[in-house]
Every structure is written in C-alpha cells, then in structure tokens.
Nanobody, 120 residues
Framework: QVQLVESGGGLVQAGGSLRLSCVAS????????MAWYRQVPGNQRELVAA???????NYVDSVKGRFSISRDNAKNTVYLQMNSLKPEDAAIYYC??????????????WGQGTQVTVSS
C-alpha cells in the first residue's frame, strides 16, 4: 500500500521560510512526476509546483522565484522550499506522486496534507 507522508508545515511570519517534505513508501517500483498542491477551504486545489523524474520543474506564476521544488529519488522524497512567504500562501499543502508499484500497478497517490499558516 503506497503512502505519502508530508511534514514541515507550521506557522511562520510573512517573509519567512518553510521547507516541506513528502516521503513515499510501500511497494514502490518507480515514481514518475511528483508535485505539490495547495488548497484553501472553499477553493479548488491548486498546483503549486511539479517535478519530473528527470528533474524538470514547473511552477504556478504566483510562487516563481520564491518556491523551489526538488526530489531525492533514492529516498522517494520530494521537497518544497518556500521563501519570502506571503499571507496568501497560507493553505493546506498536499504532495502527489505518480507511482508504479512492484505489482506493476500505476496510479496517482496523495498525502494527507500539511498546514501552512503565514501571519502578516
């Protein structure tokens, strides 16, 4: 059973930084794209950043130059370094991974989310 577990969320002042981590585990053969999404209650979930297995990245315009996504393939882990945080970045952040399991099943999995709060 594939599981994604996020960590690193919390409360930070505007202008501060946080680093989110997401570890995937459980019968994984390979991981394709990994991504971070965020959601504010009442709004749709928004793609923040994504990274391919080869390391190519893309970002939503609102975080370009402030956030950086990276991954450690040996550890099945994806990171989101968030700098110069703004109150509008506050949300629940979810990681997402496109995984092929050892049973050759392929699916997209989600973590449980980690809360990021930014005080002004």
């Amino acid at each position: 059973q594939v599981q994604l577990v996020e960590s690193g969320g919390g409360l930070v002042q505007a202008g501060g930084s946080l680093r989110l981590s997401c570890v995937a585990s459980g019968g994984i053969l390979s991981i394709f794209d990994m991504a971070w999404y965020r959601q504010v209650p009442g709004n749709q979930r928004e793609l923040v950043a994504a990274i391919t297995s080869g390391g190519s990245t893309n970002y939503v315009d609102s975080v370009k130059g402030r956030f950086s996504i990276s991954r450690d393939n040996a550890k099945n882990t994806v990171y989101l370094q968030m700098n110069s945080l703004k109150p509008e970045d506050a949300a629940i952040y979810y990681c997402n991974a496109d995984v092929r399991t050892i049973t050759w099943h392929r699916s997209v999995y989600w973590g449980q989310g980690t809360q990021v709060t930014v005080s002004s």
